[in-house]
């Protein structure tokens, strides 16, 4: 009986899914708020990512799990309209979690914009 549990667990090693964060509320692409999500399948990485359209000011980021043959950066036209999609992926859990902008330099930023714009008299 405990050789048997042996071979079970030298021979089906239990697989953990990797969990990454996705991203549920964006401002001017900025992640507000982020949920984490257990990751199935192939999908062994994380990403972050950012398609940027020539035509327009839309963004569009995204995070969340994926494959590692999808970990490239691609170009591309849609109705001649140039894109690029721009991933950085990783592969330990949550490591793409991070904000894009923290919190405290955006209130550095803005105290810093509100001293300026008072001098200027506005």
Not at 21 to 45: A, R, W
Not at 99 to 106: L, N, Y
Request: hydrophobic fraction near 40%; aromatic fraction near 12%; proline fraction near 3%.
């Amino acid at each position: 009986s405990a050789c048997l549990l042996f071979l079970v667990i030298v021979f089906f090693p239990t697989v953990e899914s990797l969990t990454c964060e996705t991203c549920d509320f964006k401002i001017l692409g900025y992640c507000m708020h982020t949920d984490p999500v257990n990751c199935t399948g192939s999908q062994t990485n994380c990403f972050t990512g950012v398609a940027k359209f020539t035509i327009s000011l839309l963004n569009i980021y995204e995070r969340g799990c994926i494959e590692p043959a999808e970990c490239r950066n691609e170009t591309g036209s849609i109705l001649y309209v140039n894109y690029t999609v721009t991933r950085t992926c990783c592969s330990t859990d949550l490591c793409n979690g991070a904000t894009f902008i923290q919190p405290g330099f955006t209130a550095a930023l803005c105290a810093a914009l509100l001293a300026v714009w008072s001098q200027l008299g506005f």
